[in-house]
């Protein structure tokens, strides 16, 4: 009922920067808490950051001063802007939305399909 297609991810060295954007498509009713979560080959799935609809924000620790989420209700799009990037920031960035469609009476989790994001030394 939800479809999220991230885009922005690819190879930058360290100490560059890339904004990742994500927009959510479907019988949307409404959008609650949009965020994005990274998985590196061979680790879990680990948030990386996520923000309600009234713009409240929560940071993994490690990603803290250097990434900010955001986000414009008007379009159905989160964005995460990444600067001072690190090689350990490298993984497979995923774009995650909670929310309520037409014909279902509970929000459920969404996932988009992954960006890849590639950080050289």
């Known amino acids: 009922q939800v479809q999220l297609v991230e885009s922005g991810g690819g190879l930058v060295q360290a100490g560059g920067s890339l904004r990742l954007s994500c927009v959510a498509s479907g019988s949307i009713f409404s959008i609650n808490a949009m965020g994005w979560y990274r998985q590196a080959p061979g680790k879990q799935r680990g948030l990386v950051a996520t923000?309600?609809?009234?713009?409240?924000?929560n940071y993994a620790e490690s990603v803290k001063g250097r990434f900010t989420i955001s986000r414009d209700n008007a379009k159905n799009t989160v964005y995460l802007q990444m600067n001072n990037l690190e090689p350990g920031d490298t993984a497979v960035y995923y774009c995650?939305?909670?929310?309520?469609?037409?014909?279902?009476?509970?929000?459920?989790?969404?996932w988009g399909q992954g960006t890849q994001v590639t950080v050289s030394s």
């Open positions: 995650n939305c909670n929310a309520g469609v037409l014909g279902i009476s509970l929000s459920r989790s969404y």
């Open positions: 923000i309600t609809r009234g713009g409240s924000t």
